[in-house]
Structure formats: C-alpha cells, structure tokens
C-alpha cells in the first residue's frame, strides 16, 4: 500500500470518527431538550446513533460533555474563521464579525423553541462543562490573536482579550436567551465593547516591574 492510499485510508477514519462524535452530541442536544437532561441517560444517546456504549465513552466522559461539544465546536471553529479574515481588518471588527456569524443559525429560533433550550442550559452540571469548553478555547483564540495583532503569544493581553471574548459571547447570549434583541447585533455589541483595544499594545511582565 503506497502512502498516498495510507493517507486516504487515514483520513477517510478520521472523517467517520468525527461524524460520530457529532451525531451523539447532536442526539443529546435533542434528546434532552425533548425529555430534560435528567430524563435522558447514555443509552438512550447511543441507542439514537446506533453505537455502543464503549464508543460513546471513547469520545465523551458524560451526556453533559457531548452537549457543550457543541459550543467546543463553535469556539475551535472561530479561531480559524478569525484566522481566515482580511489581514487588513481591524481585530476589533474581525472577531465581532466571527463570532456573529457563528451564531447566526441560532437567532432563527423563535421563543417556543428557545424555552427546552434555556430550561437545558439552566443546568448546574451542563454549565460546568460549558464552562471547561469556554476556558479550553481561550489558548487557540489567543494564538489567533497575537498573530493578527503582531503580539508575542506567550504576553498577557492577547490572553485576556481572547478570554474576554469568549466571556462577552455568552454573556450577549444569555442575555438574548431572555428575549432581548438580535443575537448576532448583541453579540457583534458585547465582542467590540471588550476588543477595541488591540492585544499588540500589550507589554512584557519584566517591562511593568521596572
């Protein structure tokens, strides 16, 4: 077998693999806003996609982690949109724009659809795990950043600029959540009200000691 077809082969599994993990996440999403989160257990998950248990557990430790996968999803993905915006393009405005975008979808549903969603996402459990995915995201975002900024990664502000980012996002979403206004305008709101201040202007921590 020539590298080429190795290649293929590999990629073809790693394809599968993530189609898998998307549709159990997808099936715990809608199970769960169907029954409630407590209502539904992990076979009722793995029942839905037609795969073992063994199987889910290779992907996710708990029916909480498969749902806020989808916001883990969301965050990877916007590192590289941002990545892909016009170098030309004020941060500021990229990172509004990125993550406006993302949840474009999402400002479809109208109230009788959001209410299973907020009951869902009222969840001290799920809000934990959504939580771990928004400080996993911080180090991709961040890195984005500091290339687009011309900053050292390894400096402060583009880590907190990516932090609070991620923190604006959700917080404009909740407050849409609560029947405020257009997400996507909330969110572009919230994303430039903490990213007018571009991460290139940060300085080194020997640089403040003096």
């Known amino acids: 077998m020539d590298s080429t077809t ?5 990629g073809l599994r790693e394809r599968k693999k993530l189609a898998t993990k998307q549709a159990l ?5 809608q199970l769960s806003v169907q029954r409630g989160l407590e209502n539904v257990r992990v076979e009722d998950i793995t029942d839905a996609v037609n795969v073992s248990r063994r199987t889910f557990t290779n992907y996710f430790a708990s029916k909480e982690a498969a749902i806020a996968s989808v916001s883990a999803d969301r965050f990877a993905r916007a590192a590289q949109a941002l990545r892909d915006r016009p170098a ?7 990172l509004a724009e990125v993550f406006a975008a993302q949840h474009q979808a999402a400002a479809q549903l109208d109230s009788e659809r959001m209410a299973p969603i907020r009951m869902l996402m009222a969840s ?9 995915t928004m400080v996993a995201a911080e ?7 500091a290339e687009r900024t011309g900053a050292d990664p390894a400096d402060l502000a ?12 959700q917080t404009a979403t909740a407050f849409w959540g609560t029947g405020n206004g257009s997400l996507p305008d909330l969110i572009r ?5 903490v990213a007018e201040h571009p991460a290139s202007t940060s300085t080194s921590p020997d640089s403040t000691s003096r």
């Open 139 to 145: 180090a991709p975002l961040a890195e984005v950043i």
């Open 25 to 29: 996440a997808l099936a715990a999403v």
């Open 88 to 94: 030309t393009e004020p941060v500021a405005d990229s």
């Open 6 to 10: 190795t290649q293929t082969g590999e």
């Open 124 to 132: 001290p459990a799920l809000q934990g795990e959504v939580l771990k």
């Open 158 to 169: 583009p880590q907190v600029l990516a932090a609070a980012v991620i923190a604006a996002v």
């Open 189 to 193: 709101q919230a994303v430039r009200q």
